[in-house]
């Protein structure tokens, strides 16, 4: 079976902070995909990054940034001098990485991200 | 290019009735997922269409059932309404066979009430 915790469920911090969201995910697959959703109050889950099981390079797209480890089952999220419009619930995500399979997502809980002025 | 598109947005319906939310999938994709998002909780996987066909199905009961078209939309009907039902039904689109190119999609999800 498939988990994903995100132990966070909440976090306030001050605009320009930097903040890391945590994720630790369980799978017994050896091909496997995450993901990280943002979702506003109106309700639609956006997609934000994609990465596979083999790739444990960090990304890095304007102030958001993953972090990738294998050894520790840990998809963490950091943006950077974080902003008003940052504010939202962040859904890390697993999938198994062939087929139709491919296409069932396990979510975490979620983490409430409030930024402040 | 549209992406997923769902309706209706909000709904409130009464216990014991019966529902149907609507979602197209963005271009170029053939597979939907449903989900369902209570409030404060990550979304469950509900089933998946491919082919007009259910391919795989999560812990809900059978008063959730579903329905692909030829043009790939899909439609999710639950039956025999209960207050607990009440939560944000999110549409996904995807490619079943990208496999490791896959991405997926969400709609803005369908609010329902159930009083």
């Known amino acids: 079976a498939q988990k994903v915790t995100q132990a966070q469920t909440e976090i306030s911090v001050v605009e320009k902070e930097d903040v890391t969201l945590d994720c630790v995910y369980e799978?017994?697959?050896?091909?496997?995909?995450l993901f990280w959703y943002k979702q506003p109050p109106s309700g639609e889950l956006v997609f934000l990054i994609r990465?596979?099981?083999?790739?444990?390079q960090n990304e890095i797209s304007g102030r958001y940034s993953w972090n990738f480890q294998k050894s520790t089952s840990s998809f963490n999220f950091t943006i950077t001098a974080s902003q008003v419009v940052d504010s939202a619930v962040y859904f890390c995500a697993l999938t198994r990485g062939w087929g139709g399979t491919a296409s069932k997502l396990t979510f975490g809980t979620g983490t409430r991200l409030q930024v402040t002025l | 290019d549209a992406g997923v598109t769902q309706s209706p947005t909000h709904l409130i319906k009464t216990r014991g009735q019966q529902v149907t939310l609507r979602c197209s999938p963005k271009s170029g994709h053939d597979t939907v997922s449903w989900y369902q998002q209570a409030l404060g909780q990550g979304p469950q996987f509900i089933f998946q269409?491919?082919?007009?066909?259910?391919?795989q199905r999560g812990n809900f009961p059978d008063r959730f059932s579903g329905h692909q078209f030829p043009n790939y939309s899909s439609e999710l009907n639950v039956n025999a309404l209960l207050l607990g039902d009440s939560a944000l039904y999110l549409c996904?689109?995807?490619?079943?066979?990208?496999?490791?190119?896959?991405?997926?999609?969400f709609g803005e999800g369908s609010w329902l009430t159930v009083v």
């Open positions: 990465r596979n099981s083999f790739d444990e």
């Open positions: 799978t017994r697959d050896t091909t496997y995909y």
């Open positions: 996904a689109s995807s490619v079943r066979d990208r496999g490791l190119g896959n991405t997926i999609y």
């Open positions: 269409y491919y082919e007009e066909e259910e391919r």
